[in-house]
């Protein structure tokens, strides 16, 4: 059913892309699926800059994957070796994620990667999205989210992995999980994380709808802790880390699992299965139709 009801994909996109326009600049006449050009980040910059402060035991991780801190197999791979190598450095207890780029967090999922791609590929895809949940929801460091800018789908999912989010007070943003206005499926460990986050019946809600918060839309539903005026998001987000590392590392730590362990679980014996499924359901027709479609229209709003 789910998957059957995934299929009416077109009428989903056109009314997410048709809400997101902004002033009116609404998707006209018909968009071709087929896109020849995107313009994709090839630079071998770095992905992420890691900023330690040695005396505060604590690391600034800053998204740097222009222009809109989309997640590819390659950003995903540079961010789990830079996580794994804090995480084996006893002297690092806490990380701040942050977006170097302007107004976004993380537009979530590289689209590019779903679109086109080989089912190995994927595959591959598909393992390093669930290797970042992994390290990210299991780590023993305290990790804040400093949310300054816009964070749909696998944006607002690497988020809600963190102990603590605080957003930037800016209305133009948003955050969800948005999946089903894309017509795809939010994974189970997507579901259970935001279950874990804000409760079952919101995430009901806000799953079926694909909805996006404002900020203080989100501030009310618990998806985010605290707002700030963006100018204030690192020093608020650097209080807190203190606030937070005051507490035993060894009874926080076991208290996170506990309260994670669980889902941490279930993915892990069903990792496999779980790519299987990805693999078999982005690669379908009409989803990669759908697909296209919306990049086309991403693109298209712009001109
Ligand atoms: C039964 C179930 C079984 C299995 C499970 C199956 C499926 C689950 C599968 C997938 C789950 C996916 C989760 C995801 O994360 S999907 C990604 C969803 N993301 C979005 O919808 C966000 C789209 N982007 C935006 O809304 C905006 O770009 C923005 C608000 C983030 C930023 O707006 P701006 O106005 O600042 O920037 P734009 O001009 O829109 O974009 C600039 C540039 O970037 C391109 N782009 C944007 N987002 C993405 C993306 N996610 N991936 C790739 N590329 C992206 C956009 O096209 C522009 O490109 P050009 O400059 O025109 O080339």
Known sequence: MALRGAFRTRCGLLSLLSQ????????RGCVSPFLSTHRRNNSTAPKIKVDFDQTAGVSIMTLQNPPVNSLS??????FCSAL???EMDKSCRGVILTSGQPKVFSAGLDIMEMYGKSPERCGEFWRAVQEMWLKLYSSNMVIIAAINGSSPAGGCLMSMTCDYRIMADNPRYSIGLNETQLGIVAPFWFKETM?????HRTTEIALQLGQLYSPTEALDIGLVDKLVPEDQIITTATQTMTK??????HARQ?????MRKPTIDKLMSKREPDIQNFVSFITKDPIQKSLGLYL????????
Do not use: Q, Y
């Open 254 to 258: 076991i208290t996170k699992s506990m």
């Open 84 to 86: 794994e190598k804090l």
């Open 296 to 303: 086309a229209m991403l693109k298209k709003r712009k001109s």
């Open 20 to 27: 997101r326009l902004p002033h009116g600049n609404h998707v």
């Open 244 to 249: 937070w590392l005051a507490v035993p590392d």
């Open 73 to 78: 197999l390659d950003f995903l791979t540079e």
């Open 195 to 199: 279950v874990n986050t804000v409760g």
